[in-house]
């Protein structure tokens, strides 16, 4: 495309009042072109982009653009969210998601804190945006639904990168009830409990002296929604070398490796979120709430929710919304107003995120990490210097360890306050571990390291609120006393078919049947899915008859006891085993058998047959079909312990499960003399169903055969597919 088309394009925009005023337009051409030209896209033929630049704003650039032309819908998407404007594109049933997102995000703080950012990232943030509108300007056949034109605050509102922000914590039903009106008719549809798939992810890291070569190795494996992360490697004359997952429209590599260190990071289970009960005051107009023995005013903010209405036209509603000194009010409970209290540094997050990318050691990495703007997420870490290392995150309220902060506490109590935030030290951390290995799979860090985990006695409770997990009792079982690992083994051991939450519910259901009385009908009708279950090894399998009959049976037995109190602290796993007793367990398996005599025609079917992958189009939302193709996927959800997690369930018109999320971008990275690693990413690197790299690695990712990865120019050299400067 001529230049001469490119400003044409930028004129069009200009004239639609997309971006600034019609005198900006040749300036922003000309930055745009010298941008371009600074930065060489290189994609592989697996269309994975390494972008080089000749610094690191001009990486950036390259980055933003290269993941515009793979899913500009992705990142338009995120930023939607992020930003709480979801409704303008989706109507009225993303009201209150976009309400609660801007109870804490709000345009002109994130403009005021962009001004106040240091210059280096200031030019980071205008690369990225200068990036995104680039793309637009030179593809005016891409119609953005809401942001036509991308300003460098707004990189800003989405800066951890994780997959579920501490927002999301917030019912969405809860803040309706609150907020709404009786009139409101957006509808929460409640789902089975055993179609949410656990989020989170596995990370394990292996020193040298345990590894056939005396190299570190590290595991990044994070389970996320399916496509909710780009593959790429981002380079500059300036130093930067970094390769892994980023998320749509982020400018930085959120797990990945450089050529020294590796970083995989794990949904915690440390409590950072915390509800404060508040006691409202009502003064005639005024409103109040109890704090000590004084009555402080209850803040106010107006918020304004653009949505679009069913006739394309957009409407508003208007909210006066409260907040106390703990955050936003977001529910009521037992007459009290609940505030929640998170994390909200967006500056210092966007710092951190990008900053660890440069890490050359741990040290390095630890400087970075006292920027503690990482709230939601442990990390495993490996160097070239054979250290490996484990950091709970680094943004944790200091709080009284006499109350529990996974219920609400009495706000009016100014002892439950935050009291500033914990030193490093302070919270659970591993360097180095005697044992010579460290994971994390969402548990509890008490079992990170075998017996040199961290003591929970020294901690407060408030650094767990889960324990410990089937993934977390199967990575240790893989782990524990194995020697001359390598990259081959260690993927094998990521994809281990071995699911201990089965092996410790099914001989409790096989000994239920056994204490049948012999006239009881079920004896006779289960007598044969029983024999099935009975010979099992508890072992996933595309052709394993077993692992179909007891995914039906605990799904429908998950469901049941999901509806259980588990306010005596009990898991749900512990409710299956102990709780639930005899005839609940008995009957869901009656159940199951049923589900797939009706769905499939008998109860013993092979589970690659039940258990599928299928992408259709680019949709985010994939309208999953029976009578199109799909792929068998041997391994199942996490939450039967499976390291390799696949989430998936029936859909409407479905009789198959089909997944959505669980493993989606996997890599083995080994820090040798030069670092190199294998990599996956679940089906393929663009978002377009007419390219070749749509589907291209969806075999490859249903059999954990990870691809090598091209991160070094001479490796890179051999497999070049395209290479061009953004807007050729």
Do not use: C
């Amino acid at each position: 495309m001529t230049i001469a088309k490119r400003s044409l394009s930028i004129t069009v925009l200009l004239a639609l009042g997309y971006i600034g005023s019609a005198h900006s337009a040749p300036a922003d051409a000309s930055r745009w072109k010298a941008e371009a030209n600074a930065v060489t896209v290189t994609r592989d033929d697996w269309g994975i982009a390494h972008v080089h630049g000749k610094t690191d704003a001009d990486a950036v650039f390259g980055m933003a653009y290269t993941q515009a032309e793979d899913d500009f819908n992705r990142i338009e998407t995120n930023y939607l969210n992020s930003l709480g404007w979801l409704a303008q594109a989706e109507g009225e049933q993303a009201i209150w998601s976009d309400l609660r997102q801007q109870l804490w995000i709000d345009p002109a703080e994130l403009k005021q804190q962009y001004a106040k950012s240091p210059a280096w990232l200031r030019e980071l943030m205008n690369a990225w945006a200068d990036g995104l509108n680039y793309y637009l300007a030179t593809h005016p056949a891409v119609h953005p639904r809401v942001i036509a034109h991308f300003e460098p605050w707004m990189a800003l509102s989405f800066s951890e990168g994780s997959i579920g922000g501490d927002i999301e914590r917030v019912s969405l039903k809860e803040l309706q009830a609150f907020y709404g009106k009786s009139t409101d008719t957006v509808a929460f549809v409640d789902t089975p409990s055993s179609w949410a798939e656990p989020t989170g992810s596995n990370g394990i890291a292996i020193a040298p002296k345990l590894t056939a070569d005396g190299h570190a190795l590290l595991l990044i494996n994070p389970h996320t929604s399916f496509f909710f992360r780009s593959e790429l490697q981002m380079s500059s004359d300036a130093g930067l070398d970094v390769y892994g997952a980023v998320t749509w429209g982020q400018f930085f590599i959120y797990q990945g490796f450089n050529r020294h260190i590796g970083f995989m990071h794990t949904s915690t289970t440390a409590d950072v979120v915390d509800e404060f009960a508040e006691t409202i005051v009502h003064d005639g107009n005024k409103l109040g709430y109890r704090y000590g023995k004084d009555v402080r005013a209850v803040s106010t903010k107006p918020i304004t929710v653009r949505y679009r209405q069913s006739d394309g036209s957009m409407a508003e509603r208007r909210f006066t919304t409260y907040a106390t000194h703990h955050g936003p009010i977001v529910r009521e409970e037992g007459g009290k107003w609940i505030a929640t209290a998170l994390m909200n540094k967006p500056l210092e997050a966007l710092e951190q995120s990008w900053l660890r990318t440069k890490a050359t050691d741990f040290a390095s990495f630890m400087k970075i990490a006292e920027l503690k703007a990482n709230s939601s997420n442990n990390t495993i870490f490996a160097d070239d210097k054979g250290e490996i290392a484990y950091l709970h995150p680094q943004f944790i309220p200091k709080r009284d360890n006499r109350f529990d902060y996974t219920k609400p506490v009495d706000g009016s109590d100014p002892a439950t306050d935050w009291q500033g935030l914990l030193p490093l030290d302070a919270a659970p951390h591993l360097l180095n571990p005697a044992n010579g290995w460290i994971m994390n799979t969402n548990n509890w860090p008490y079992s990170a390291a075998g017996p040199d985990s961290p003591k929970r006695e020294n901690y407060p409770r408030y650094m767990d609120s889960v324990g410990e997990n089937p993934r977390g009792i199967h990575a240790t079982m893989v782990l524990t006393d194995k020697r001359e690992f390598t990259v081959s083994s260690l993927i094998t051991a990521a994809f281990d078919s071995y699911l201990p939450a089965f092996a410790r519910q099914i001989p409790i259901l096989l000994k239920d049947y056994d204490a049948l009385p012999a006239n009881d009908a079920l004896k006779k009708r289960l007598a044969g899915p029983v024999a099935l279950l009975r010979g099992w090894d508890y072992r996933w399998g595309i052709t394993s008859m077993p692992t179909s009959l007891a995914v039906f049976w605990g799904d429908a037995l998950w469901d049941e006891v999901d509806k259980s109190d588990v306010s005596e602290g009990l898991s749900v796993y512990d409710i299956m085993a102990e709780r639930a007793g005899p005839q609940a367990r008995i009957e869901a398996l009656a159940e199951a058998t049923h589900r797939l005599e009706k769905d499939f025609g008998s109860w013993g079917v092979p589970w690659g047959e039940v258990n599928r992958y299928q992408r259709i189009n680019g949709d985010i939302q994939q309208p999953f079909d029976d009578s199109k193709p799909s792929i068998p996927v041997p391994f199942t959800s996490s939450r039967w312990g499976s390291l390799a997690s696949f989430g998936a369930h029936r859909w409407p018109g479905t009789r198959r499960y089909y997944g959505t999320s669980g493993n989606s971008f996997v890599a083995v990275v080994e820090f040798g003399d030069k670092v190199r690693a294998r990599a996956i990413t679940a089906g393929g690197e663009s978002g377009h169903a007419d390219s070749p790299h749509f589907n291209d690695e969806a075999e490859r990712y249903t059999t954990g055969n990870l691809r090598t990865v091209y991160f070094w120019p001479e490796d890179l050299k051999a497999h070049v597919e395209r290479s061009y400067h953004p807007g050729e």
